[in-house]
């Protein structure tokens, strides 16, 4: 299982500098999707950091109006795929400009 896992994660390692090119390139809605799978796969605390910058430069976006309001649902449910405790603060501080702004979200 040990061998199998690394080897899985061998096969990953390109997927993360593809991530941090699309963070790069402000395509942050893809990051987070993509750092999200990696988080699962494994529990790395840079994947966590990407996830979180990603999903916050998606909150930015949609703050602009540069990414529809609709994208909230999707950046929350993908933060709430973590077991970091640091999330519900990012949580909290989305759905409340959800709530101020109607922008409907569970």
Same mark, same amino acid.
């Given at each position: 299982?040990?061998?199998?896992? %690394?080897? &899985? @994660?061998?096969?990953? =390692?390109?997927?993360? /500098?593809?991530? %941090?090119? &699309? @963070?790069?390139?402000? =395509?942050?809605?893809? /990051?987070?999707?993509?750092?999200?799978?990696?988080?699962?796969l494994?529990?790395?605390?840079?994947?966590?950091?990407?996830?979180?910058?990603?999903?916050?430069?998606?909150?930015?976006?949609?703050?602009?109006?540069?990414?529809p309001?609709?994208t909230?649902?999707?950046?929350?449910?993908?933060?709430?795929?973590?077991?970091?405790?640091?999330?519900?603060?990012?949580?909290?501080?989305?759905?409340?400009?959800?709530?101020?702004?109607?922008?409907?979200?569970?």
């Open positions: 299982m040990c061998g199998y896992l %690394q080897g &899985r @994660l061998r096969i990953v =390692q390109p997927a993360v /500098a593809h991530c %941090q090119r &699309r @963070l790069q390139d402000g =395509q942050f809605y893809y /990051a987070a999707k993509a750092f999200d799978v990696l988080e699962r494994d529990p790395n605390p840079e994947y966590w950091e990407g996830k979180r910058g990603a999903c916050v430069g998606v909150f930015q976006q949609i703050i602009a109006g540069h990414e309001r609709g909230l649902q999707d950046i929350l449910q993908i933060l709430h795929n973590t077991g970091n405790p640091q999330v519900e603060y990012t949580i909290r501080v989305m759905k409340k400009w959800a709530k101020d702004n109607r922008v409907p979200v569970s």
